[in-house]
């Protein structure tokens, strides 16, 4: 695709439910970010790949939280019995350099709402 | 700890007059700057950045940033506002070169006035 696609925009789940947040990167970006952005709070950083691994995992807030990229594309942020402080925007970027001195292109997107 | 500092949440001026939104970071070694801008429902783009030579960056829209490092600053300018600028801004900084990870100011929301 043109951009960086999230899915789904929007989901609501309950307290304790197992969530999935996928990310398609622009094709050809080796690098891959997912940040999460709280009401009023500028975007933190979670993760990083390069290619297939996570080359920085130190924001990951919790072992509820762990992100996979098999083939070096699709990533997805997978959340273990979700907390109502999970509740936040879940944005994803990449970027076609190395580290974080190209720039980052994000996608619009994940809103979750834990009730 | 490596920090980004923006002075208000909120700014609002008149179309047509300067905008001027303030960043100071902290770091301990000469940092990689950035600022990006985020319209409504679409997502966060770079508006320019600063990672080394030239201290004043020009980047899209007629903004310009200006990476001055005595006063740990890098405050992001348009001479004249459009309305079309109305949107969310975030600094954000690369505290080292061994460090990949962005970190974030909390933003400021720029409104603009007819």
């Known amino acids: 695709g043109a951009g960086v696609s999230q899915t789904p925009s929007n989901k609501v789940t309950e307290k304790g439910k197992y969530v999935e947040l996928r990310c398609d990167p622009i094709s050809g970006h080796t690098a891959l970010y997912w940040y999460r952005q709280s009401l009023g709070q500028g975007p933190e950083f979670l993760i990083y790949f390069q290619g297939t691994g996570a080359a920085d995992d130190s924001g990951l807030p919790n072992d509820r939280f762990f992100a996979v990229r098999p083939e070096g594309s699709v990533s997805t942020l997978k959340i273990q019995r979700t907390e109502r402080g999970d509740s936040a925007v879940y944005l994803c970027?990449?970027?076609?350099?190395?580290?974080?001195?190209?720039?980052?292109?994000f996608g619009e997107g994940s809103r979750l709402t834990v009730l | 700890a490596q920090s980004v500092t923006q002075l208000g949440s909120h700014v609002s001026v008149s179309e047509g007059a300067l905008v001027l939104l303030r960043c100071n970071y902290s770091?301990?070694?000469?940092?990689?700057l950035f600022w990006y801008v985020q319209y409504p429902n679409q997502g966060l783009q770079l508006l320019l950045k600063y990672t080394t030579g030239a201290t004043l960056v020009k980047g899209i829209n007629g903004f310009e940033a200006e990476f001055k490092k005595s006063e740990t600053s890098f405050h992001l300018t348009k001479p004249s506002a459009h309305m079309s600028d109305a949107a969310e801004y975030f600094c954000?900084?690369?505290?080292?070169?061994?460090?990949?990870?962005?970190?974030f100011g909390k933003g400021t929301k720029l409104s603009v006035k007819p």
């Open positions: 970027a990449s970027s076609s350099g190395t580290g974080f001195y190209g720039e980052l292109f």
């Open positions: 954000a900084v690369i505290p080292s070169r061994s460090q990949g990870n962005l970190i």
């Open positions: 770091s301990s070694v000469p940092p990689y």
